[in-house]
């Protein structure tokens, strides 16, 4: 459902609902669409309020869509504290480090700049980036 404030010839304002913002145009063609006050079928859309229902059941689905892709990021983050390095300064410099020495095969996570992600890239190290949940909301 969506909400018009609508506004006819004489500058009478009133509120209408309609399923879709189509209808509007539909019901306005038909001119089945009348001033509440003087009956003016010379309506014109006003501001279009912002507020947008939607129906209980996609609500209740996008919000549990929501909560399980948090959850696979949550995964996503435990399984990289358990088997990762933290590697909080110079990330980058670590990596190169874990890169170019073969007998080095530890698992590093740490923050990289765009700049830092960019010189990386160029040298053939591909970083994966992951949103990173918080845990406890
Ligand atoms: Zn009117």
């Not at 018009?4 to 189509?22: D, Q």
């Not at 912002?50 to 929501?66: G, M």
């Not at 160029?122 to 949103?131: A, R």
Request: net charge positive.
């Amino acid at each position: 459902m969506i909400k018009y404030n609508l506004k006819c010839e004489n500058k009478h304002e009133f509120e209408s609902w309609f399923s879709e913002s189509k209808e509007y145009e539909r019901l306005k063609k038909k001119k089945l669409i009348e001033c509440i006050f003087c009956g003016s079928k010379k309506i014109e859309k006003s501001i279009m309020s912002p507020r947008i229902l939607n129906s209980k059941s996609t609500k209740v689905s996008e919000n549990q869509d929501l909560k399980k892709f948090k959850r696979d990021l949550i995964n996503v983050r435990k399984f990289v504290e358990k088997n990762f390095e933290f590697v909080e300064h110079n990330f980058a410099d670590k990596i190169r480090e874990v890169y170019y020495n073969k007998n080095n095969k530890r698992n590093i996570y740490g923050v990289a700049t765009d700049k830092e992600k960019e010189d990386l890239k160029e040298e053939g190290i591909d970083l994966i980036s992951i949103p990173w949940v918080e845990k406890d909301n």
